[in-house]
């Protein structure tokens, strides 16, 4: 849109009749920055559209402006073209206006012919012969001057859509011919009721036309607004209050545990005395923590387990609720098939209810094992070891049952 | 190997008991009387004998910690940084020695491995230390940084980072065993406390049942004590097996008696008395609480076991009636409002005679969300120590949620800016103290305030609250909700680009051109067709120069793509509003790494979600009222799968308003496609509102027809045509009562007669705006008359935009289609007259300033 001082600037020019067309036109371009060109142009573009808002000299000037505005660059490359071509064409417009138009466009193809803007918009309307022109047909001049090989810009329909959004609105008394000249506006007559100046009109709709114009609306609604959720508001408590922890582990004495350590490490090495076992066992009951202390890991057990299977049964009884527990399982179950291993295994079920996992992967085992299990049956049956029969047989039953 | 058996038979039968001579080393004595300077406060005394000890053991990190702890005490708790990084230093010095002498018996084993049975491996390590340099003798617990670590937990805790105390805690949770019963007991509730805050349900679940199992203290529940005695722990099973065992029965008796006396210190840390090993303190205590509904332990003389009685009983219902507390909290964040009701009320009987101002806030905030707003102002009336700030403040802000619930904002917004002020008060007033910290709950209000500012429509204030709140509040999905809507509340009053706005936009201006027979009228243009803002280019920062964030539609579109992006990937670490879908809850068990082979108690969280999906069918009509009594282990697990199902329905309609914003937002910044896109993804979400389905359809549709796509958009009216050229209502009333029906369910159910019909709910209606059926269809009418006037066919243009005007007369957008439409068909005089009668026109003469210009 063109500012206020703008338009009244464009509308002075156009109304220059007198001066010589390209007088007109080179001021005007020049005064104008560059980037103000199109906003111009399109507003002109505009007002010619509305046949009666623009007299005839005014037009020409116009049609002048929208024309050398992009001169430079190939006629199909100017965006207003097909207006040009449109008038040019159009039976309704003035004869003298479709040939002046038809001049603007060889105009930019051979540089001989631009004397007819050396004249005046009224000079030219005055001087014009309408039997020295031909008037070519529409298909003909868009073959000439449009490039086909640039394609339309994209443009939404929306755009392509709208017209434009300025309308006349005559005020006159009922009745009357808004056509009539009677209501033009005449300087220093009174004013009479219907009466209006076209200059006002111009430089007004100079200002306020726009591009994009009118188009069909859409409801857009706005998303509503999400309900509060019953937890979003904070609702506040007063915090528990924790106080900070004095450490009582400081300087403790760890002798029991040295103690124990020692033991185990033993015990990983043959079996112990019973009084060695009975320390162990009293110690480890003792103190519910020792046994995650006592230097036991899971890569140590298999030595424990051949070495002292009755500590191993304590230590992995208690140790039932460490997170490393699983990892005693898997060694457990991994670890070479023996009496004592039996024997270990054996005990935990009675002791402590294994998970479902161990038991099955256990079984599983024990079945792929099954011929050892047999094996090692045969040979205690036959040295006569009953008791070590019934261990064995006492291992693979609860399992099967549990399974 | 004698002499080294007997010093040890000698040390276990005397380590318990602190009045044995002798036998003590110096360095354990020091420690005992520092520790007892300790509790009775003096600090500067207890420095000194600190330093003493350092002197003797330079560098030991055990002292190095108790001295950051009584330096931080000593200085009046001034400066939580400073701790925290003392704190860290110790935690890393212990854990590097630790690492160093892991390697070195890690070493040890493996020699012994190869070389097989027998040979020295570790052993070695054990026979060449002599009694001498035991000092250097390395164990694991000398290097158990728990403490340091709990410590840690603590000051985030305080200073309300909760994601990074999670971060410390979680790993000292999953591996709590080897951690002593005192420790343990404190990293469980400060556990639970976090998580609660963090509002992460499945978290506390997990502990409150990890609580009841192990301490067997954690729900004195009606049926439970069986099945507690028989589950609840080994502890037990341990201490009643050791006085069966003759040879140390009388060592042991005395070891218990001891250290029933520090009991008291161990529970509520007040006390002076002298302390010994706090493990088997709360071992104990489990055994007595339990103790009460089972058989006694054997090897207590009666006489022993009074005393004990006696002595604890105080902190025994302290700890009874706290997690108490806990439970109800977490019934309460699950929503499980029956059995809260029931909780909280053996809770109030537990904490008879005895201020519980919790109790109190707990048993409000359960009337509350039974909507009894009436009931709970009259039980925050009754707290005792309303005058005391920090109690103060959340009484306030308490009130000021009852009042927004009520829908009486005004009054809301009296009482947070009462509770803000408190807070400040708070923080000016007290010296920095931890307490003070976690008392200060201003950002928590803030939040508040941003809701109700927003239900006042004042998007810029409500952006300022919601900002602030935002170093709380960052990963949740509704903050950049909140956020969104400022935005979208700020562009629709206008305030994001001055001149430009949506309410000026249901009003046209006409330019007056001219006079008499020249008189022109110009619509003017540029509005909601321009609703792009802001442009991009000059929106670099969401941030305007006072800091404060500058709605705009760029602002929104990030806040809402944070939100997406937070809702499709959950952070299980810190959600408050407990996100974790099962997929997430599987990730987070495989992240705990041997997770598969896991057969211990962790692995029991992902077994309950997988349970209590099987029960949630049960209670899949929403409220998990339907198991009487039960365990109280069935309780927290149908709670929980109750509460998964209305986070999930949460979430969803979370989901549903972002991708509906979102279509929007991009609309206005003029991105068809995005805005497609999101509208794409609103249609395809499972379970979605009608309201949103209509929205999506069309924000869409006008997408579609922006790039020039207009038949796909006509497929997007068509679903509501029935019939010829006749719309159906796109969504009926109760879909939208079915959005706020989610709450009053609860209220309904449990109220029962005569108290539902005591709360009007009704109200709440206006915080929420959703658009009415009847404009919904005008809507319908309108765009599908403009998509067709795009496409020049203006007759059926014509046809609907007439309905349209029969629905919505008052609406700018029809009556300006029409005008179009009339234009476009040549009827210019209709136009005007269309024009003339809109009710919005406002007609702008513009001669005076034509005169100047001529």
């Known amino acids: 849109m063109l500012s206020q001082e703008e338009s009244g600037r464009v509308f002075e020019m156009l109304k220059s009749q007198e001066k010589p067309v390209e007088e007109i036109v080179s001021d005007l371009i020049s005064t104008f920055p560059r980037h103000r060109h199109f906003v111009l142009c399109t507003t002109l573009s505009l007002l010619l559209q509305d046949k009666k808002a623009l007299n005839s000299t005014e037009r020409l000037v116009a049609f002048a402006i929208l024309h050398h505005s992009y001169c430079s660059q190939k ?13 040019a064409c159009d039976d309704e417009v003035e004869k003298f206006e479709r040939a002046f138009l038809l001049q603007l466009l060889s105009s930019s193809s051979s540089n001989s012919n631009k004397e007819f803007l050396k004249q005046s918009a009224a000079d030219y309307i005055k001087g014009f012969d309408p039997s020295s022109h031909a008037f070519p047909q529409r298909e003909q001049l868009q073959q000439q001057y449009c490039d086909k090989v640039h394609p339309e810009p994209f443009n939404s329909a929306y755009i392509n859509a709208s017209t434009k959004n300025a309308f006349p609105d005559p005020d006159l008394p009922h009745g009357c011919d808004p056509n009539s000249p009677e209501f033009d506006f005449q300087p220093g ?47 506040l408590i007063p915090d528990n209050n924790h106080e900070l922890l004095w450490d009582h582990g400081m300087c403790a004495d760890t002798s029991r545990g040295a103690a124990v350590r020692d033991l185990i490490a033993k015990a990983l090495k043959g079996p112990l005395l019973p009084a060695q076992y009975e320390q162990v066992v009293v110690e480890l009951a003792n103190d519910p923590k020792l046994v995650y202390h006592c230097g036991l890991t899971p890569r140590k057990l298999p030595e424990l387990v051949e070495n002292n299977p009755l500590i191993a049964v304590d230590v992995l009884t208690k140790l039932i609720n460490s997170p490393e527990i699983s990892e005693y399982y898997t060694v457990l179950v991994n670890m070479d098939m023996s009496l004592h291993s039996m024997e270990v295994v054996n005990r935990l079920t009675t002791a402590v209810e294994l998970p479902k996992e161990f038991v099955r992967i256990l079984y599983l085992t024990f079945k792929v094992r099954d011929s050892h299990i047999i094996k090692l049956l045969r040979i205690y049956a036959s040295s006569r070891y009953v008791d070590h029969c019934r261990v064995i047989c006492s291992t693979s039953s609860p399992l099967f049952l549990i399974y | 190997m004698d002499s080294r058996d007997s010093t040890q038979s000698t040390a276990a039968g005397n380590t318990s008991g602190e009045d044995d001579s002798g036998v003590l080393s110096v360095t354990a004595t020091l420690a005992k009387e520092a520790a007892l300077y300790f509790q009775s406060r003096k600090f500067d005394e207890c420095l000194d004998l600190l330093k003493q000890l350092l002197d003797k053991k330079p560098d030991d990190p055990k002292i190095l910690h108790n001295i950051a702890i009584a330096e931080y005490f000593r200085d009046g708790c001034t400066d939580p940084k400073k701790l925290l990084e003392a704190l860290n230093n110790v935690k890393n010095k212990s854990e590097e020695l630790a690492r160093a002498t892991g390697e070195q018996t890690e070493g040890g084993g493996n020699i012994g491995n190869k070389v097989g049975l027998g040979s020295k491996g570790s052993g070695v390590v054990g026979n060449q230390v002599s009694a001498a340099n035991s000092g250097s003798l390395v164990y694991m617990d000398e290097f158990d940084v728990s403490v340091a670590k709990l410590n840690i937990a603590v000051i985030w805790f305080h200073l309300h980072e909760y994601a990074k105390a999670l971060s410390v805690l979680e790993p000292l949770y999953q591996n709590i065993e080897p951690i002593d019963e005192t420790t343990a007991l404190q990293i469980c509730l400060l556990l639970l406390d976090v998580a609660l805050a963090c509002h992460d349900a499945f978290r506390s679940a997990d502990v409150l049942i990890y609580l009841e199992k192990a301490f067997g203290v954690g729900c004195v529940n009606q049926v439970d004590s069986g099945s507690m005695g028989q589950q609840s722990t080994n502890l037990l099973a341990k201490y009643s097996s050791v006085p069966s065992n003759s040879s140390t029965a009388d060592a042991s008796n005395s070891d218990l008696a001891a250290t029933v006396n520090a009991s008291e210190n161990a529970l509520s840390r007040t006390l002076s008395e002298e302390t010994l090993e706090d493990d088997t303190v709360l071992a104990l205590s489990s055994l007595e609480i339990s103790g009460q509904n089972l058989t006694r332990p054997v090897g207590l003389s009666s006489n022993e076991l009074s005393r004990t009685l006696v002595d604890r009983s105080i902190s025994t219902v302290d700890l009874k009636l706290k997690l108490q507390l806990y439970k109800v909290r977490f019934l309460l964040l699950t929503r499980n409002l029956k059995h809260a009701k029931r909780e909280v009320k053996l809770a109030m009987n537990i904490a008879r005679g005895k201020d519980s101002s919790l109790a109190l806030f707990l048993k409000s905030q359960l009337e509350y969300a039974r909507r009894n707003h009436r009931k709970a102002i009259k039980l925050l009336l009754a707290l005792s120590n309303r005058t005391e700030m920090g109690i103060s403040s959340m009484f306030n802000n308490n009130l000021g949620c009852i009042y927004y619930q009520l829908a009486k904002y005004h009054t809301s917004s009296v009482f947070l800016s009462k509770a803000l002020s408190n807070s400040a008060s708070l923080r000016k007033d007290k010296p920095l103290k931890l307490l003070t910290f976690s008392q200060d709950k201003s950002l928590l209000i803030t939040y508040n305030c941003g809701l109700q500012y927003l239900a006042c429509g004042k998007p810029v204030l409500a952006a300022r609250c919601f900002q602030k709140s935002s170093l709380v509040f960052y990963k949740q999905p509704l903050l950049w909700l909140r956020l969104a809507e400022c935005c979208l509340m700020a562009l629709e009053k206008g305030l994001v680009a001055p001149g430009r706005s949506l309410s000026d936009g249901s009003e046209v201006k006409v330019h007056v051109i001219g006079k008499g027979k020249w008189r022109y009228l110009v619509m003017e243009d540029g509005f909601r067709k321009n609703g792009h803002v802001d442009s991009p280019e000059k929106d670099d920062s969401s941030l305007g120069s006072d800091g404060q964030p500058k709605l705009s539609m760029p602002l929104a579109r990030q806040c809402l793509l944070n939100a997406l992006h937070l809702l499709n990937y959950p952070d299980l670490n810190y959600s408050k509003f407990g996100l974790p879908s099962n997929s997430s809850v599987e990730e987070s068990e495989s992240s705990e790494g041997a997770s598969s082979k896991n057969l211990n108690h962790k692995s029991l969280s992902s077994l309950d979600s997988k349970i209590s999906v099987g029960l949630g069918q049960v209670t899949a009509n929403g409220d998990a009222k339907d198991q009487k009594g039960g365990t109280s282990l069935e309780v927290i697990q149908n709670s929980l799968s109750y509460y998964e199902d209305v986070c999930r329905r949460e979430n969803q309609m979370i989901k549903q308003a972002l991708l509906a914003n979102l279509a929007y937002v991009e609309l206005e910044m003029e991105n068809p496609v995005k805005a497609l896109a999101a509208a794409r993804s609103l249609l395809e979400l499972p379970d979605c509102s009608r309201i949103y389905i209509f929205l999506g359809h069309i924000y869409a549709a006008e997408a579609l027809c922006l790039l020039n796509r207009p038949k796909e958009a006509a497929e997007h009216f068509s679903m509501y045509l029935s019939g010829g050229d006749h719309f159906d209502l796109p969504f009926s009333r109760e879909d939208c009562e079915q959005w706020r029906v989610e709450k009053i369910i609860d209220c309904e159910e449990l109220n029962g007669g005569p108290a539902a019909a005591k709360n009007p709910s009704p109200e709440d209606s206006q915080d929420t705006m959703f658009p009415k059926p009847e404009e919904a269809r005008g809507t319908l009418y309108v765009n599908i008359a403009a998509m067709f006037a795009m496409q020049g066919e203006f007759e ?8 349209a005007l029969s629905i919505l007369p008052r609406s700018t957008e029809a009556t300006l289609t029409a005008i179009y439409v009339d234009l476009m068909l040549g009827k210019s005089q209709e136009a005007l007259a269309k024009l003339k009668h809109c009710n919005h026109v406002r007609f702008l003469p513009s001669g005076l300033q034509l005169s100047k210009s001529c």
């Open chain 1, 75 to 87: 006629p199909s490359a100017n965006p207003f073209i097909s207006l040009i071509i449109n008038s």
């Open chain 1, 189 to 235: 007559a009174k004013t009479k009721l219907g009466a209006g100046s076209r200059d006002e009109t111009v430089t007004g709709l100079l200002t306020h036309l726009s591009l994009k114009g009118l188009d069909p609306r859409w409801i857009r609604p706005l998303p509503p607004r999400f309900p509060v959720l019953d937890r979003e508001l904070e609702w």
């Open chain 2, 796 to 803: 059926r243009a014509h046809h609907f935009v007439t309905q």
